[in-house]
């Protein structure tokens, strides 16, 4: 019906010294837990249903490494359960354990096939290829379960890795069934059916 069946406030980490969170990504793990990316202090919270602060995820300040973000963006979960950041100035895409711990990095910041520029969001399929939307590069760049770059999708040729990309600024990504949705902030919305690994 479109009528809004609860508004969360979602707590802070610190309530006396921190500036309230700033979501830009979410993800909603199968027991109904929230995880939200926080851009203005630099970590992924974890919430209950109700809006109840279960974990924060990063140093709360703009970080590097094992120890944090510089501006979290677009999550996504995989069907084990492990989270998956944008981290969107850092130029790469972190993978956390269910419990946040830091498993492995996607990318790292640079302009060349298989480093980040601007990454925006993040999709993983249920073979576990990670598919990360760049908006600098316009492209959507595809990394194997281990963190091992696999190539572009979205070339108007598909046969010629040069040729030029159909996206002009990709942004949010999702997967249903076979098919990766992508939106394109000027080129409207792509769907591609995605190769099996049977």
Avoid: C, W
């Amino acid at each position: 019906t479109g009528e809004v069946g609860k508004v969360l406030d979602l707590e802070r980490v610190k309530p006396q010294d921190e500036a309230p969170p700033r979501p830009i990504g979410l993800a909603v793990a199968g027991n109904g837990e929230l995880l939200v990316s926080d851009a203005d202090n630099h970590r992924v919270l974890r919430y209950d249903r109700d809006g109840r602060l279960l974990q924060a995820i990063g140093s709360g300040t703009r970080d590097t490494g094992a120890s944090g973000f510089n501006t979290p963006g677009g999550l996504a979960l995989d069907d084990t359960g492990n989270v998956y950041v944008v981290d969107i100035l850092n130029g790469r895409v972190v993978q956390l354990s269910a419990d946040g711990t830091l498993l492995r990095q996607f990318g790292h910041l640079g302009d060349t096939a298989g480093t980040l520029s601007r990454p925006k969001d993040v999709a993983v399929d249920s073979t576990g290829r990670v598919y990360i939307s760049d908006s600098l590069q316009a492209s959507v760049q595809v990394f194997g379960p281990q963190g091992e770059y696999l190539g572009f999708i979205g070339r108007e040729n598909t046969g010629d890795r040069n040729s030029a990309s159909l996206f002009k600024a990709p942004a949010g990504l999702t997967i249903r069934g076979g098919d990766l949705h992508v939106v394109d902030r000027f080129g409207g919305l792509f769907l591609f059916q995605l190769p099996s690994l049977d």
